[in-house]
């Protein structure tokens, strides 16, 4: 067997469901925590993590990951993390589904619109570090702010493979 992506890859879409699913046990005022950047907010970071990793499908597949409802679900009240988890769900899968792919340099206009070349596996290993890295960010912001934080050693990859193999 090849080491591969894959598993990095499910443990990013295992540990993006459990912090969901941790956001959906706090109080409203939760979803507007934040650490050092009141415009940087524990619900601005969620969507913000499954927002980019739709982003980063696309740039993958030059194609948006079909989801439910028009865009990534905006996070207002808890009860819009049930929509959000599903769409995390779905485009955590498809991006899994990417790591299938050849290793091809793609190459696109980035967000400063310039013309760049990327490897896919590179791409894919922007996905996983960009979702580990909000995490934390989430995980601080609910501290500061005196909710229960998310404990980011139970989302790491040896919980991850005690639990899933």
């Known amino acids: 067997m090849t080491i591969g992506l894959e598993r990095l890859l499910a443990h ?3 540990a993006n469901q459990l912090t969901i699913e941790h956001l959906q046990t706090l109080p409203e ?3 507007k925590a934040y650490a050092t950047n009141p415009e940087w907010f524990v619900g601005e970071i969620t969507h913000h ?3 980019a990793a739709d982003a980063y499908y696309f740039r993958i597949t030059e194609k948006r990951c079909d989801i439910p409802g028009t865009s990534i679900q905006e996070l207002e009240k808890i009860k819009d993390l049930e929509q959000i988890k599903i769409q995390a769900n779905l485009i955590d899968s498809a991006l899994q589904e990417c790591a299938k792919l050849d290793d091809v340099q ?6 400063s619109g310039n013309q760049v070349k990327r490897w896919r ?3 894919l290993s922007q996905a996983i570090h ?5 995490r934390a960010q989430i995980a601080s912001a609910l501290e500061a702010k005196g909710f229960k934080p998310v404990d ?4 790491d990859l040896w919980r991850f493979e005690i639990n899933n193999g």
Request: charged share 30%.
């Open 130 to 134: 960009h979702a580990t890295e909000h």
């Open 106 to 111: 793609l190459e696109f206009k980035n967000y």
């Open 121 to 123: 596996s590179t791409i």
């Open 152 to 155: 980011l050693d139970e989302l």
């Open 12 to 14: 990013m879409k295992w």
């Open 49 to 51: 993590i499954v927002d």
């Open 29 to 31: 005022e939760a979803l």
